[in-house]
């Protein structure tokens, strides 16, 4: 026995479907049980294997064959009638029983033409069939003796007549040959699928599920994997089923009255009546056995009843049912089969983490099957990741993809899955029609839908990413009333080309190919422009109805829809400021979604879509809060990515003109922390005195605890760098202990007051508590390094460095410098950026790699000028300076040191210019002593005057080291002694120890 396929090419119109019936066919024994077709269709019979009936002999079709004993040759091909044997170049040929009988018959007759009646009476006997059976297999056979092509046509239709063999036939007598004799059980089933990826569980848990249930769908998209399952199923249940396990490809079956006839013909019965089930059903009660039913979706409806039927009335037959929509009928248990798995989005992925997902296992395997040495590599692996994801997991897109690999690499693979040439890729040519190109097995899907459901599917491809039941109906319902879209909806739900998410508020998405497809039909048809514009138009009324301020705290609710819905609403801005767009909705939508992408730390996209929105706005959105809005977030997102240049002042200035004129305070009260913060940046700090009294009086006007705290957070710091130090702990612990958690204010727009706690940290150090100074650095960071906040830990970590390089802990330093250029590198902060590679090179200078240290502080001072961010330019000046100093360049010391004086001194830097007048006299000692002194005693003034202890005992080593070079060692150790005395903790530090050391030089000298 073996498996014949008989094929026939029907044409419909244009289109031409191939359509494929599996039967049986015994290429040797003519037995007298030759299954007969029910009447008028063309199913053909199965000859032979078990169980079998003895026919009536009326049923029989041709008797003894004038040819028996013979051989016919005509071209390539013999026909041994004996043998039943069709052969082409000595090969033996798959041959329908029914067209071989109708070859014998014209053979016989040959040149004659026989009549229709008499093929008929001849090959089905006394059964009754119509002439579109006799078609059928006429046409089965010319295809099989590939009639027609190369102008050879063997089998002639005489219009009116009948047929008659065409060609040269020459005779000769067979040898004997000897009987094959056919398996009573053999399996009727297609072959097993060689490669399964990832589905051993699934098939395992579905033959459970099947032996207990007996009814069991598998239920999917297209090319996920349904057939592969059942036919894999299939095979290793054929123990369990003693061989009667029938497999039924109803994907080739266009006519579902062919169902039944079909499933006759799979059980080698005969069915003479136009109602075959009450047969199958007799047939089906004797023996335990397995059905399976493939490909169902479009004759779902003929396959549920007879599934229903079967499985109620023949409790000995278990049915599996592969399908891209449940039938829906009684008994049956759903499996929705899930895509392969495929990596999650990580940071990082080696090859074996990836090839742990079987979606890449697969997608290996496949590339090696095309015929390519492939590796995965861990350079490849988050590529080919990526791939799998966008892919959805689906084994049929994932096989054309890798069979893309030996000619475009993966990469370049990857890179095509932006374009919708996936749609197009081809193929295996022996796999079936619908699985050439994934166009075609959408096409399949799309073709059974309904006009609503195909405009449904066609417009849902505007969601770029998951979407609501209410963004459907707001987004894609023109022309249908809400229930209608709702219904359509859940259908293509049912129909697997809608994935529904039921974890939380239901969701809905396309997988990525159906978009593509979707996106291609929709565009097609010129419908995207109208689409566009209402989903445009959804994600602003979404947003809006939030009502997100850049000074308020997003509600969850806001954040989720945010969250769920940020790649659409990027699509809508991108749509919005493209050449087809409607940049006054794109103005409207970054004014509501920008300070959520502020917030999220998204930062470059912020500060890219409010420019294109502020230069979009027209004459009547002058003046309105949504410029205000617009400007405060492109100024707060631009400052710390691209630089703190005048323009951004210019944008502040102008939105809090506009906060001003509509009397919103708290906007007012945001847009002055953002003004300070921008003074603060750019290292001139004259007017930040008149900008925290302004704080104070807005501040004052907002009854909230957090406005309170940020004008107190404001005067320490003002008071920190007015050198006002003794100020700074009173304000900072107003600020620092305040219930902002009662706040209506949004504390992560206000630097969540890490200003205040770093500052306070810093201004220990200069009061003279090295350890407080550090332990509050300590704390500043570990707390702002848990707020995910890179904004916020980038500028604790640019203050706190300060308080580690004072101190001469390099170690400490070195870490922080390092995360700080960590951070500030992944999340494109230039400015924290170009700010790391400063303080790696004071590292570098106090470490002795002076000439390191100093190129890296000239390229850092360079890029911080060009930011406009030059708050740290003082300490990284005198470093510089200093850095000079030691290799000898006495000149460019002096030079560096005395314009970074005049800058400070010019600028309201009085706390930094009291320890670079210090640095100033440390360089002048080689120069000009008095000089020097003077420089130093001035410094040693100041710091006294302000109770600046650390900067104190700079001065007074310094002035010290200066009188013991002049012979003035008593003067030296009388300033020096009582200055040590005074200190109470912070001994191994690095100015105690150098004082230390120092006095006790002093001393042994005396
Ligand atoms: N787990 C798997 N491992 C390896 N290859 C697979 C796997 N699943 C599916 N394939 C391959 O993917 C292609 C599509 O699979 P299959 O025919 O089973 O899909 P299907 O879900 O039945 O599709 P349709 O809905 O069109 O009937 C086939 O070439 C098959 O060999
Ligand atoms: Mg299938």
Redesign the pocket.
Same mark, same amino acid.
């Given at each position: 026995m073996s498996e014949a396929t008989l094929t026939v090419m029907r044409h419909k119109g244009n289109c031409v479907r191939q359509v494929s019936v599996a039967r049986r066919a015994d290429m040797c024994d003519l037995g007298p049980e030759r299954g007969i077709a029910e009447a008028g269709t063309p199913v053909d019979s199965v000859v032979g294997g078990a169980p079998r009936i003895q026919e009536d002999e009326d049923q029989r079709a041709i008797g003894p064959s004038a040819l028996r004993g013979k051989i016919a040759s005509f071209g390539p091909f013999r026909v041994r009638a004996t043998e039943r044997l069709l052969e082409k170049d000595c090969t033996s040929l798959k041959i329908g029983s029914r067209a071989l009988d109708i070859l014998i018959v014209l053979l016989e007759h040959a040149p004659d033409v026989v009549s229709k009646r008499d093929l008929m009476r001849r090959v089905w006997g006394k059964l009754v069939v119509d002439e579109v059976s006799l078609r059928f297999h006429v046409a089965a056979l010319r295809k099989r003796l590939g009639d027609g092509a190369c102008s050879v046509r063997y089998i002639k239709n005489i219009p009116g007549r009948g047929y008659c063999f065409a060609g040269v036939v020459t005779w000769a007598e067979a040898a004997a040959m000897p009987q094959k004799i056919a398996p009573a059980t053999a399996p009727q089933l297609p072959r097993e699928p060689l490669l399964v990826v990832g589905r051993d569980n699934a098939v395992r848990e579905l033959i459970t599920l099947l032996k207990k249930e007996r009814f069991v769908s598998i239920v999917g998209a297209g090319g996920i994997g349904? *057939?592969t399952i059942a036919l894999t199923m299939a095979h290793r249940m054929l123990a369990e089923f003693e061989g009667a396990v029938h497999f039924l490809d109803l994907?080739a079956v266009e006519d579902p009255r062919l169902l039944a006839g079909l499933l006759v013909s799979k059980l080698g019965r005969v069915a003479v009546s136009e109602q075959p089930l009450p047969v199958i059903l007799t047939s089906l009660r004797e023996r335990r056995m397995l059905l399976v039913f493939?490909?169902c979706e479009h004759v779902i409806e003929d396959v549920a009843a007879l599934a229903e039927t079967i499985f109620r009335d023949a409790p000995l037959v278990h049915i599996l049912v *592969?399908s891209r929509e449940a039938l829906r009928a009684e008994g049956e248990q759903v499996h929705h089969l899930p895509p392969l798995e495929c990596p999650p989005l990580t940071e990082s992925l080696t090859a074996t983490q990836a090839l742990s997902f079987s979606a890449v296992q697969l997608f290996v395997k496949q590339v090696a099957h095309s015929g390519h040495a492939f590796e995965l590599t861990d350079a490849d692996a988050p590529v080919v990741a990526d791939i799998c994801r966008r892919l959805d997991g689906i084994a049929l897109a994932l096989e054309f993809a890798a069979a893309r690999v030996g000619v475009h690499g993966v990469r370049g693979t990857s890179s095509l899955l932006d374009k919708h040439f996936r749609l197009l890729w081809r193929g295996r040519r022996t796999a079936l029609p619908r699985h050439q190109t994934l166009s075609a097995t959408l096409d399949w899907s799309y073709n059974l839908l309904s006009l609503a459901e195909q405009l449904v599917l066609r417009r849902l491809a505007v969601f770029v990413g998951g979407h609501s039941l209410e963004a459907a109906l707001d987004v894609v319902a023109e022309g249908l009333g809400p229930a209608e879209l709702t219904e359509t909806l859940a259908t293509l739900v049912d129909k697997s080309l809608v994935i529904s998410d039921r974890t939380a508020a239901t969701r809905y998405r396309l997988l990525d190919t159906t978009r593509a497809y979707a996106w291609q039909k929709l565009t097609e048809g010129g419908e995207d422009a109208r689409v566009l514009r209402r989903h445009c138009e959804h994600m602003i009324n979404a947003l809006e109805r939030f009502g997100a301020r850049i000074w308020a705290p997003p509600s969850s609710e806001n954040i989720d829809f945010f969250v769920l819905n940020l790649n659409d609403i990027r699509a809508a801005l991108e749509w919005s400021f493209s050449d087809h767009g409607d940049a006054g909705l794109g103005a409207k939508l970054a004014g509501a979604s920008a300070c959520l992408l502020l917030q999220a730390g998204l930062l470059l996209e912020c500060a890219a879509w409010t420019e294109r929105a502020i230069g979009a706005l027209d004459n009547s959105s002058e003046g309105t809060y949504l410029e205000s809005e617009l400007l405060a977030c492109f100024a707060s997102s631009i400052m710390v990515t691209r630089g703190n240049g005048p323009h951004i002042h210019t944008a502040l200035i102008r939105a809090l003109d506009i906060a001003e004129r509509l009397k919103t305070a708290p906007m007012q009260l945001y847009l002055l922390h953002a003004l300070y913060k921008w003074r603060i940046r750019s290292g001139d700090l004259r007017g930040i005195r008149d900008l925290t009294d302004r704080v104070e009086s807005v501040a004052k006007r907002i009854a909230d605890p957090l406005a309170d705290a940020i004008a107190h957070g404001f005067f320490a710091v003002t008071c920190f760098f007015t050198a006002d130090s003794r100020e700074v702990r009173g304000h900072a612990h107003i600020a620092l202990t305040a219930p902002v958690h009662l706040s209506k204010l949004n504390l992560a727009s206000f630097g969540h007051l890490h200003r205040v706690r770093s500052t306070l940290a810093r201004n220990l150090w200069v009061l003279g508590y090295p350890e407080q100074a550090v332990a509050a650095a300590e704390e500043a960071v570990h707390e702002a390094e848990n707020l995910s906040h890179p904004v916020t830990l980038c500028y604790v970590l640019m203050s706190c460095v300060i308080v580690a390089l004072e101190t001469g802990d390099w170690q400490r330093a070195e870490k922080l410098v390092h995360r700080l250029s960590t951070i500030a590198t992944k999340y494109e902060l230039l400015t924290y950026a170009r700010a790391s590679v400063g303080w790696q090179g004071c590292l570098a200078v106090s470490r002795g790699e002076l000439s390191r240290g100093v190129e890296l502080l000239q390229t850092a001072l360079a890029a911080l000028h060009e930011d406009g961010y030059e708050l740290y330019r003082p300490q990284l000046s005198l470093t510089l300076a200093e850095g000079f100093a030691k290799i000898g360049e006495q000149e460019l010391a002096y030079s560096t040191i005395c314009e970074a004086v005049s800058w400070a001194d010019t600028r309201g830097r009085i706390l930094e210019l009291i320890d670079l007048l210090r640095a100033k006299g440390d360089i002048l000692s080689s120069i000009s002593a008095s000089e020097a002194e003077a420089c130093l005693l001035e410094s040693l003034d100041l710091a006294r005057q302000r109770g600046l202890f650390a900067l104190e005992l700079r001065a007074g080593i310094s002035l010290a080291r200066l009188w013991t070079d002049r012979a003035q060692r008593e003067k030296a150790l009388g300033l020096l002694d009582p200055i040590f005395n005074k200190v109470s903790e912070g001994f191994q530090t690095r100015d105690r120890v150098a004082a230390a050391n120092l006095l006790q030089q002093l001393r042994s000298r005396n």
């Amino acid at each position: 026995m073996s498996e014949a396929t008989l094929t026939v090419m029907r044409h419909k119109g244009n289109c031409v479907r191939q359509v494929s019936v599996a039967r049986r066919a015994d290429m040797c024994d003519l037995g007298p049980e030759r299954g007969i077709a029910e009447a008028g269709t063309p199913v053909d019979s199965v000859v032979g294997g078990a169980p079998r009936i003895q026919e009536d002999e009326d049923q029989r079709a041709i008797g003894p064959s004038a040819l028996r004993g013979k051989i016919a040759s005509f071209g390539p091909f013999r026909v041994r009638a004996t043998e039943r044997l069709l052969e082409k170049d000595c090969t033996s040929l798959k041959i329908g029983s029914r067209a071989l009988d109708i070859l014998i018959v014209l053979l016989e007759h040959a040149p004659d033409v026989v009549s229709k009646r008499d093929l008929m009476r001849r090959v089905w006997g006394k059964l009754v069939v119509d002439e579109v059976s006799l078609r059928f297999h006429v046409a089965a056979l010319r295809k099989r003796l590939g009639d027609g092509a190369c102008s050879v046509r063997y089998i002639k239709n005489i219009p009116g007549r009948g047929y008659c063999f065409a060609g040269v036939v020459t005779w000769a007598e067979a040898a004997a040959m000897p009987q094959k004799i056919a398996p009573a059980t053999a399996p009727q089933l297609p072959r097993e699928p060689l490669l399964v990826v990832g589905r051993d569980n699934a098939v395992r848990e579905l033959i459970t599920l099947l032996k207990k249930e007996r009814f069991v769908s598998i239920v999917g998209a297209g090319g996920i994997g349904k *057939t592969t399952i059942a036919l894999t199923m299939a095979h290793r249940m054929l123990a369990e089923f003693e061989g009667a396990v029938h497999f039924l490809d109803l994907g080739a079956v266009e006519d579902p009255r062919l169902l039944a006839g079909l499933l006759v013909s799979k059980l080698g019965r005969v069915a003479v009546s136009e109602q075959p089930l009450p047969v199958i059903l007799t047939s089906l009660r004797e023996r335990r056995m397995l059905l399976v039913f493939d490909s169902c979706e479009h004759v779902i409806e003929d396959v549920a009843a007879l599934a229903e039927t079967i499985f109620r009335d023949a409790p000995l037959v278990h049915i599996l049912v *592969t399908s891209r929509e449940a039938l829906r009928a009684e008994g049956e248990q759903v499996h929705h089969l899930p895509p392969l798995e495929c990596p999650p989005l990580t940071e990082s992925l080696t090859a074996t983490q990836a090839l742990s997902f079987s979606a890449v296992q697969l997608f290996v395997k496949q590339v090696a099957h095309s015929g390519h040495a492939f590796e995965l590599t861990d350079a490849d692996a988050p590529v080919v990741a990526d791939i799998c994801r966008r892919l959805d997991g689906i084994a049929l897109a994932l096989e054309f993809a890798a069979a893309r690999v030996g000619v475009h690499g993966v990469r370049g693979t990857s890179s095509l899955l932006d374009k919708h040439f996936r749609l197009l890729w081809r193929g295996r040519r022996t796999a079936l029609p619908r699985h050439q190109t994934l166009s075609a097995t959408l096409d399949w899907s799309y073709n059974l839908l309904s006009l609503a459901e195909q405009l449904v599917l066609r417009r849902l491809a505007v969601f770029v990413g998951g979407h609501s039941l209410e963004a459907a109906l707001d987004v894609v319902a023109e022309g249908l009333g809400p229930a209608e879209l709702t219904e359509t909806l859940a259908t293509l739900v049912d129909k697997s080309l809608v994935i529904s998410d039921r974890t939380a508020a239901t969701r809905y998405r396309l997988l990525d190919t159906t978009r593509a497809y979707a996106w291609q039909k929709l565009t097609e048809g010129g419908e995207d422009a109208r689409v566009l514009r209402r989903h445009c138009e959804h994600m602003i009324n979404a947003l809006e109805r939030f009502g997100a301020r850049i000074w308020a705290p997003p509600s969850s609710e806001n954040i989720d829809f945010f969250v769920l819905n940020l790649n659409d609403i990027r699509a809508a801005l991108e749509w919005s400021f493209s050449d087809h767009g409607d940049a006054g909705l794109g103005a409207k939508l970054a004014g509501a979604s920008a300070c959520l992408l502020l917030q999220a730390g998204l930062l470059l996209e912020c500060a890219a879509w409010t420019e294109r929105a502020i230069g979009a706005l027209d004459n009547s959105s002058e003046g309105t809060y949504l410029e205000s809005e617009l400007l405060a977030c492109f100024a707060s997102s631009i400052m710390v990515t691209r630089g703190n240049g005048p323009h951004i002042h210019t944008a502040l200035i102008r939105a809090l003109d506009i906060a001003e004129r509509l009397k919103t305070a708290p906007m007012q009260l945001y847009l002055l922390h953002a003004l300070y913060k921008w003074r603060i940046r750019s290292g001139d700090l004259r007017g930040i005195r008149d900008l925290t009294d302004r704080v104070e009086s807005v501040a004052k006007r907002i009854a909230d605890p957090l406005a309170d705290a940020i004008a107190h957070g404001f005067f320490a710091v003002t008071c920190f760098f007015t050198a006002d130090s003794r100020e700074v702990r009173g304000h900072a612990h107003i600020a620092l202990t305040a219930p902002v958690h009662l706040s209506k204010l949004n504390l992560a727009s206000f630097g969540h007051l890490h200003r205040v706690r770093s500052t306070l940290a810093r201004n220990l150090w200069v009061l003279g508590y090295p350890e407080q100074a550090v332990a509050a650095a300590e704390e500043a960071v570990h707390e702002a390094e848990n707020l995910s906040h890179p904004v916020t830990l980038c500028y604790v970590l640019m203050s706190c460095v300060i308080v580690a390089l004072e101190t001469g802990d390099w170690q400490r330093a070195e870490k922080l410098v390092h995360r700080l250029s960590t951070i500030a590198t992944k999340y494109e902060l230039l400015t924290y950026a170009r700010a790391s590679v400063g303080w790696q090179g004071c590292l570098a200078v106090s470490r002795g790699e002076l000439s390191r240290g100093v190129e890296l502080l000239q390229t850092a001072l360079a890029a911080l000028h060009e930011d406009g961010y030059e708050l740290y330019r003082p300490q990284l000046s005198l470093t510089l300076a200093e850095g000079f100093a030691k290799i000898g360049e006495q000149e460019l010391a002096y030079s560096t040191i005395c314009e970074a004086v005049s800058w400070a001194d010019t600028r309201g830097r009085i706390l930094e210019l009291i320890d670079l007048l210090r640095a100033k006299g440390d360089i002048l000692s080689s120069i000009s002593a008095s000089e020097a002194e003077a420089c130093l005693l001035e410094s040693l003034d100041l710091a006294r005057q302000r109770g600046l202890f650390a900067l104190e005992l700079r001065a007074g080593i310094s002035l010290a080291r200066l009188w013991t070079d002049r012979a003035q060692r008593e003067k030296a150790l009388g300033l020096l002694d009582p200055i040590f005395n005074k200190v109470s903790e912070g001994f191994q530090t690095r100015d105690r120890v150098a004082a230390a050391n120092l006095l006790q030089q002093l001393r042994s000298r005396n």
